[in-house]
T-cell receptor, first 113, second 113 residues
């Protein structure tokens, strides 16, 4: 049972436009959510997170929105840059006695110059 | 520099030959985890450790062992590797339980023939 779903394996956008990456989850016990970015031949790097008590968190060009009732979160990148081209993983955690992050399968973002 | 270091980065081995992938972090983090990344499956947790001498299974622990004798080190042991363990492995650490990001190593690409 996949608890964190990223239904779009890939996304292509033009430089300067907005990129929107989506993530759905099924476990209502999750209480924090993170986005990671991964370049080829490197480990994932933390991008931005949000707690379940918030509905928005912003960091520069990156904004994460959380809709708890829909069990949906999204990452907005504005404006998109070619250097943003990478695989983006959504992750969720909390809600239990153990530390654990559950990851989605990832979305490959390509930003075209 | 804060980092998670994995060794080796690349390894080709034969079925049944025991191997260990080392992981070390210099951030005094309590929590450490191992993940494997496979095409179409994203990141799946193998084992995690909440502190020294405290380890537990993740989602895909079969065929793996871990140990946590010191806070900084969390080796992954494959007692009898099989071809289905060919994968990209990541070690991660984080400060403590809660809304904290995980820091990932650079990855170990393992091929079992």
């Amino acid at each position: 049972d996949q608890q964190v779903k990223q239904n779009s394996p890939s996304l292509s956008v033009q430089e300067g436009r907005i990129s929107i990456l989506n993530c759905d989850y099924t476990n209502s016990m999750f209480d924090y959510f993170l986005w990671y970015k991964k370049y080829p031949a490197e480990g994932p790097t933390f991008l931005i997170s949000i707690s379940s008590i918030k509905d928005k968190n912003e960091d520069g060009r990156f904004t994460v929105f959380l809709n708890k009732s829909a069990k949906h979160l999204s990452l907005h990148i504005v404006p998109s840059q070619p250097g943003d081209s990478a695989v983006y993983f959504c992750a969720a955690g909390g809600g239990g006695s153990n530390y654990k992050l559950t990851f989605g399968k990832g979305t490959l973002l390509t930003v075209n110059p | 520099e804060a980092q998670v270091t994995q060794n080796p980065r690349y390894l080709i081995t034969v079925t049944g030959k025991k191997l260990t992938v080392t992981c070390s972090q210099n951030m005094n983090h309590e929590y450490m985890s191992w993940y494997r990344q496979d095409p179409g499956l994203g990141l799946r947790q193998i084992y995690y450790s909440m502190n020294v001498e405290v380890t537990d299974k993740g989602d895909v622990p079969e065929g793996y062992k871990v140990s946590r004798k010191e806070k900084r080190n969390f080796p992954l042991i494959l007692e009898s590797p099989s071809p289905n363990q060919t994968s990209l492995y990541f070690c991660a650490s984080s400060l403590n339980r809660g809304n904290t990001e995980a820091f990932f190593g650079q990855g170990t690409r393992l091929t079992v023939v």
